[in-house]
């Protein structure tokens, strides 16, 4: 049975188990403390699970877990206007200069650890409250990325940015406990585009959703692992700095810290 969508959200057109949530939950209080409708479908289902999860409880509502293969990026994304077309091919591989030439050809997947000569790298799962640094989930603690103001048509000068920023945006998300919560490159890459086409400053979602998301933890419980999926090889994966790597499949993505 489809939810009851009142006037208090006339923007709400679920199509996804999460969206039919929100919409409920914004049926019974307009003015819960959630995202618009479309800032709240651009996150992963593992974000929007984190969102749900304590309106929800307050109206006796059950948030299903995430699934392992969630929509395609592409199944409610807004047409880009004539004015922002992303690129046709896909996100590029990123590069992992703190490794050198060689990239990660002499490391090995290992389960949930990632062994390099000379070093090794465990999956991080997401952080209970107590074991996080104070302050981090205060106001104060911004994601802080900053907004893109360079030529769009500039392919190789925007990748440079975006990865960048996915760099700061995976280093914020640990420091908050929500390494098991990341969204992947492919889909940070394809949320800025579908952003720009609608003109909206994918850093100022970008910090808003950061937003909620520290008040969401300040009170919630959060599982370890949404998932118990791994990374299948090492070829989608890249250093964020000599500490960090990340993997991922497109749909999903995996932080591995470096241990010791």
Known sequence: MAPVVSQAAPQCQPQTEYEKLYCQ???KDANVALPSFEDFRRNDPQVQALLLKRPAARWGLAVPSPKVAP????SAAPKASAQVTPPAIEPPSRKSPAFGNTGL????LQGDSIRCPGRQFELVSNQPNRALPNGVLSEENKLGLPSFTGDLKDEVSVRRYLSTAYDRYIVKMLEIGLGGATMSFTRFYNGFWRHQS????YAQRMESTYHYLKQDKKTLAVKARLHSK?????DNCSAVNGDILVCD???TSWVFVRAG
Not at 198 to 201: A, H, R, T
Not at 230 to 234: R, T
Request: glycine share 8%.
């Open 25 to 27: 939950i914004k049926a």
């Open 71 to 74: 929509r395609p990026e592409n």
């Open 105 to 108: 050809g002499e490391c090995i």
């Open 198 to 201: 609608q003109g909206v400053d």
């Open 230 to 234: 791994l990374p299948a090889n090492l």
């Open 249 to 251: 499949d497109v749909a």
